[in-house]
Structures are given as C-alpha cells and as structure tokens.
C-alpha cells in the first residue's frame, strides 16, 4: 500500500474546533475572531512581554536546498508534535503559504505528511485573506501615486520618472516584470514605466512582519519611499495622506492566525515574505505571541542558513529585541547528493561518496548558525532511500564540528517521530549555551554589511559593485538610510550569486547587480545576480494537476 498524499492525509485529520485548541494555549473563547470552525485569529492583547521573556524561542533552519526544499516546515511542525510528546507546551509559529509557489513547483506552505498544519485547503488557498489585504493596501497607495500624478490640483510635483514603488499581485506572472502603465490618452493617467512584484515582496509584507502595534504599523507606511518631486525632494506615503486608509485594510491583517497540528497542537501561522528576495520569516507579533502563550516557540527561517536565519538574526531579532535559545539545520540526504554532483533522477540512489563530496554545503551552514552564537542541532529528515552509511558519515562530521545529527521521522511518523529531535533541543536550551549576537553592526557602512555577509556567511572572496548599484548607494545613504541592516536578495539555490555554484563553493566574488530599499520596512535591499522579485511558471505548473468536483473536494493540492 503506497503511502497516502499530503493532502489526502490532511483531509482525513480529526480536527478540534479552533476554540478547543485555544484552550489549551489558556486563551478564552470569548478572545477569539472565528473564521468558520478551524481558524480564528487573536487578538494583540494576548501578547505579554513579562511571559515572552521567560518562554524559549528555537529557529529552524537548513542546508542550501534542492528546488523540492527540504522541509523544514515538515521539520518545525514534527518537532513541535515531539515537545508537545514529551511534556512541553509548544507552539509552532509559521509563514503563510503564497497562491506562487503553491501553483508553481514548490507546493503549498503547511507542511508534509503527518507532520502538517490543518485546515491544510484552506491555509494553502486564501486562508484568512491577510495576502488579499496586503496586496490591497499596496496598490491602493500605486494607485493613489498615479492619481497624484494626474491631479492638475493636488499634485504634489511627484516626477514620474523617479517612482520606485511597484504594484502587486500574489500569482508567478514574470509578463508584469516590466509593464508601461497610462496608455490610452489623458483620461488614463500619465504614461511611465511601472512593474509588479509578487507579494510576499512587497514592503506591505515586510512592515506587517515587523511591525509591533498597529501605530508603529502606520508610521512605518508613512515612511515609504515612492520618489522624487521634480525640485529633487524625496517624497514618502504619508506626503499623499494614505496612511490611514492603507491602515484600515489591514486592521484585520496584523492579527495572527491561530490554526492545528495534525495532533491538535496550536499553531499560528503569520506573514510570509519569501527568505530569497524578501526577510522570510514570520511576523514579530506572531512570534511575541507564541512566546507568551507557550513553552517552547518553534519558528523557521527560508531557505537555507545564508538567506533566511541570516535575516532573521540581523533584521528581525534586532529589530524586535528577541534572541533564539537553540537552532534545528534541517538537512537531507537527496540534498547532499545533489551537491555532490547527482542529478535528479539520481537523487533517490544511495551514493556515499556523493554525499562526501556535498557535505561542505551542510559544514558551512553549521559554521553560519554557530556566528550567531546558537549552540544548534542537525535534523536528518529521514527518506526511505537513506542508507545508513551515509547518515552514519553525516553524524560523524556533524560531530566533528560540535554538533549531534538525529534521525528526524515527523514526515511518516508525526510527533513519535520527531520525540528525539525534541529531546536534543530540550537539551540545548536547557543547558543556555546559546549567546545570541547579531554578525554586524547596524552602525556600519551599508557597502561593509554586504561584504561581512558575503565573506562570512556566503564564503565569497569579494564583493563587486556595478556602476548602477554604486550610482544607487550614493542615492541610499544621502537619504540617510545607511544605518539600516540589509536584506540580501539571492539565490536560494546556492550559497554564492550563482546557482551552479553547489556544495561549499570557494575563491568565488558575488556581484551586487542594483538597490531596492524599504525604508518603511527599514532595510536596504542589494540584489545579486539575475534573481527577480517577480517569480515566473515552471514549464509544467502544479496547477495543472488541481481540480475540484461537485462536492468541493479539492484534488491536487500539495
């Protein structure tokens, strides 16, 4: 008998009413905003800054991916199950799943197996429309940028050539990299070059994960960057005097989403900037959240170490004043053949001597954790092709370099399969060896931060600037935004700019190709290499295999 789908896993759970697995976070009834049986979002209230600080918060992380991921989503949520299995009051506090990836190649964003987030339809669709909002409120302010431009009365001198601020759309459309807006005479507005982002790219998201109340959430719109008057000023959204109407779609947004495990455990579910051209983690107010309602908070990070818990570590965590007690590297043994030069259909076979030649890509993330001063632990999300030599191989290096490697199987097993992996971060944190410290200096040279980054996490030699990025970065630090951290925008395919690049690459420079920044956000955004903040289709889309019939059951989905 094959092993069942996600899906098919998913809709065969016995899922508790959404009130019945609040009460086991001690939240009341009366505290909840249902959104039918199974979802509810909370309210900021609940968050408690004197229960946060004595609760433990544990990143997941992972090696450079196969363009499958690795799962550390599946990871997260098995390892919650795992404490919850042991005696601890755990919480899982994940991204949301973006409708790109899930019609495109990766699939949805609630996990695998037996170790996944449920309504899983429903979390992979539009959930609680938060993306909806979010997507709103930014092209709202477009709007209103053209409506400015337009005006013969209200204008206030915005140059169209100079708008930075791009429209979104929650779908892989690489047509709207590039589009030319206001064709069609007059009445259309002002003819300008203009483009699309997806929107997990959007700085709407990037202010919702980081913004601590709803004030400090209009502030931060306030203080977006569109453009330049035609005297050269520079001209922020609350010169338009959106802020507030931006605000009110997402009066609804900024509250966490509290959804369950496939054993009934709490989850919250907030946010979901992608880690390869956005910060890639989960809001600060869902996190503060799980910390002041559990135990242990078990959150991740996109991508591998060098994109995702990088971010986490110098914008969120300084951003929000929080420090990780322990970190999980999800590793797989596909994913270390694949860097020791197997190809797909090789990714199955047990091959030792592969995964010798790819182990330095998992060496390198170890080192990259152990910077941010966290004592970590490597999780094997175990396949049934893993041969026990090459897990035995993983172990020992892992060993060499300070760390345990456990056998993690929350993906056939759920929580039973992930009690060890449990058990060793119980182990970490308990013991406080963990010392958080951010790599750099907020103080320091926007050009500095890259290169610290690029040399220390990436394992680079250089950083080369293009003239165009130079002429930009002149541009960012006359506006005064240089004391910001940065938020690299790269391939997740490798720890260099180029994804050819496998394994531990050496003696390689990385190319700041432009700038983006967000200063409502408050980070530069250098972008390397030819990766778009609009992803495109593959060739054959995962939505070409959906479906749904007369009774609403969903076929598919993953």
Same mark, same amino acid.
């Given at each position: 008998?094959?092993?069942?789908?996600?899906?098919?896993?998913?809709?065969?759970?016995?899922?508790?009413?959404?009130?019945?697995?609040?009460?086991?976070?001690?939240? +009341?009834?009366?505290?909840?905003?249902?959104?039918?049986?199974? /979802?509810?979002?909370?309210?900021?209230?609940?968050? $408690?800054?004197?229960?946060?600080?004595?609760? &433990?918060?544990?990143?997941?992380?992972?090696?450079?991916?196969?363009?499958?991921?690795?799962?550390?989503?599946?990871?997260?949520?098995?390892?919650?199950?795992?404490?919850?299995?042991?005696?601890?009051?755990?919480?899982?506090?994940?991204?949301?799943?973006?409708? @790109?990836?899930?019609?495109?190649? &990766?699939?949805?964003?609630?996990?695998?197996?037996?170790?996944?987030?449920?309504?899983?339809?429903?979390?992979?669709?539009?959930?609680?429309?938060? %993306?909806?909002?979010?997507?709103?409120?930014?092209?709202?302010?477009?709007?209103?940028?053209?409506?400015?431009?337009?005006?013969?009365?209200?204008?206030?001198?915005?140059?169209?050539?100079?708008?930075?601020? &791009?429209?979104?759309? $929650?779908?892989?459309?690489?047509?709207?990299?590039?589009?030319?807006?206001?064709?069609?005479?007059?009445?259309?507005?002002?003819?300008?070059?203009?483009?699309?982002?997806?929107?997990?790219?959007?700085?709407?998201?990037?202010?919702?994960?980081?913004?601590?109340?709803?004030?400090?959430? /209009?502030?931060?719109?306030?203080?977006?960057?569109?453009?330049?008057?035609?005297?050269?000023?520079?001209?922020?959204?609350?010169?338009?005097?959106?802020?507030?109407?931006?605000?009110?779609? *997402?009066?609804?947004?900024? =509250?966490?989403?509290?959804?369950?495990?496939?054993?009934?455990?709490?989850?919250?579910?907030?946010?979901?900037?992608?880690?390869?051209?956005?910060?890639?983690?989960?809001?600060?107010?869902?996190?503060?959240?799980?910390? +002041?309602?559990?135990?242990?908070?078990?959150?991740?990070?996109?991508?591998?170490?060098?994109?995702?818990?990088?971010?986490?570590?110098?914008?969120?965590?300084?951003?929000?004043?929080?420090?990780?007690?322990?970190?999980?590297?999800?590793?797989?043994?596909?994913?270390?053949?694949?860097?020791?030069?197997?190809?797909?259909?090789?990714?199955?076979?047990? +091959?030792?001597?592969?995964? &010798?030649?790819?182990?330095?890509?998992?060496? =390198?993330?170890?080192?990259?954790?152990?910077? %941010?001063?966290?004592?970590?632990?490597?999780?094997?999300?175990?396949?049934?092709?893993?041969?026990?030599?090459?897990?035995?191989?993983?172990?020992?290096?892992?060993?060499? #370099?300070?760390?345990?490697?456990?056998?993690?199987?929350? %993906?056939?097993?759920?929580?039973?399969?992930?009690?060890?992996?449990?058990?060793?971060?119980?182990?970490?944190?308990?013991? @406080?060896?963990? /010392?958080? =410290?951010?790599?750099? $200096?907020?103080?320091?040279?926007?050009?500095?931060?890259?290169?610290?980054?690029?040399?220390?996490?990436?394992?680079?030699?250089?950083?080369? %600037?293009?003239?165009?990025?130079?002429?930009? *970065?002149?541009?960012?630090?006359?506006?005064?935004?240089?004391?910001?951290?940065?938020?690299?925008? #790269?391939?997740? #395919?490798?720890?260099?700019?180029? $994804?050819?690049?496998?394994?531990?690459?050496?003696?390689?420079?990385?190319?700041?190709?432009?700038?983006?920044?967000?200063?409502?956000?408050?980070?530069?955004?250098?972008?390397?290499?030819?990766?778009?903040?609009?992803? @495109?289709?593959? +060739?054959?889309?995962?939505?070409? @295999?959906?479906?749904?019939?007369?009774?609403?059951?969903?076929?598919?989905?993953?």
């Amino acid at each position: 008998m094959s092993f069942p789908t996600d899906l098919e896993i998913a809709q065969n759970a016995k899922m508790l009413p959404i009130k019945e697995v609040a009460k086991k976070l001690n939240v +009341s009834e009366d505290d909840l905003e249902l959104y039918g049986k199974y /979802k509810a979002k909370l309210p900021l209230h609940l968050i $408690d800054n004197e229960k946060l600080k004595k609760n &433990k918060l544990v990143l997941v992380t992972a090696i450079t991916p196969t363009p499958a991921g690795e799962g550390k989503t599946t990871t997260s949520i098995g390892l919650t199950e795992g404490l919850n299995k042991i005696g601890k009051k755990a919480i899982a506090v994940l991204r949301e799943p973006s409708l @790109g990836p899930v019609f495109g190649i &990766k699939g949805g964003a609630a996990g695998g197996g037996y170790s996944q987030v449920v309504p899983m339809e429903d979390i992979n669709l539009h959930f609680t429309g938060d %993306f909806s909002a979010i997507e709103k409120a930014n092209n709202l302010l477009s709007a209103v940028i053209d409506n400015n431009i337009q005006s013969k009365t209200l204008s206030i001198g915005i140059d169209p050539r100079t708008v930075v601020w &791009k429209r979104v759309m $929650d779908m892989n459309d690489r047509a709207l990299r590039q589009v030319v807006i206001g064709l069609g005479g007059s009445a259309n507005g002002v003819p300008r070059e203009d483009g699309f982002n997806i929107t997990p790219a959007s700085e709407i998201m990037a202010i919702l994960c980081l913004s601590e109340s709803f004030s400090d959430l /209009k502030k931060r719109i306030g203080n977006i960057y569109i453009g330049k008057k035609f005297d050269g000023t520079p001209v922020f959204a609350r010169d338009l005097k959106v802020v507030g109407a931006m605000a009110l779609l *997402l009066k609804d947004a900024i =509250k966490p989403n509290l959804v369950q495990t496939l054993e009934n455990n709490p989850a919250i579910l907030h946010g979901g900037p992608f880690a390869s051209i956005a910060q890639g983690t989960n809001t600060v107010l869902a996190t503060k959240m799980g910390m +002041s309602l559990a135990e242990y908070t078990i959150t991740e990070a996109g991508f591998g170490a060098d994109l995702g818990a990088e971010k986490f570590m110098n914008i969120k965590c300084v951003s929000a004043e929080l420090a990780p007690d322990a970190a999980v590297i999800v590793a797989t043994v596909r994913a270390l053949r694949h860097h020791g030069g197997a190809m797909k259909e090789e990714y199955t076979t047990a +091959s030792l001597e592969k995964v &010798k030649k790819g182990i330095g890509n998992l060496e =390198k993330h170890i080192e990259n954790v152990q910077k %941010f001063g966290l004592k970590a632990v490597v999780a094997i999300n175990f396949f049934p092709n893993d041969s026990d030599e090459e897990i035995q191989f993983i172990r020992q290096v892992c060993e060499q #370099k300070g760390v345990k490697a456990i056998v993690c199987k929350g %993906f056939a097993e759920g929580g039973n399969g992930a009690k060890e992996l449990a058990q060793a971060v119980v182990e970490i944190v308990e013991s @406080g060896e963990s /010392k958080f =410290k951010p790599l750099y $200096d907020h103080a320091i040279s926007i050009e500095d931060k890259i290169v610290k980054i690029a040399t220390e996490i990436y394992g680079a030699k250089s950083v080369n %600037f293009t003239s165009k990025a130079r002429t930009q *970065l002149n541009n960012i630090n006359k506006l005064g935004f240089h004391k910001m951290p940065v938020c690299m925008v #790269k391939t997740p #395919k490798s720890l260099s700019d180029n $994804d050819k690049k496998l394994a531990r690459p050496t003696d390689f420079e990385v190319t700041v190709r432009e700038f983006e920044f967000a200063s409502g956000a408050g980070f530069v955004i250098p972008i390397l290499g030819d990766t778009m903040r609009m992803p @495109g289709l593959p +060739s054959v889309p995962a939505a070409e @295999g959906m479906d749904i019939d007369d009774n609403g059951i969903i076929t598919g989905l993953s």
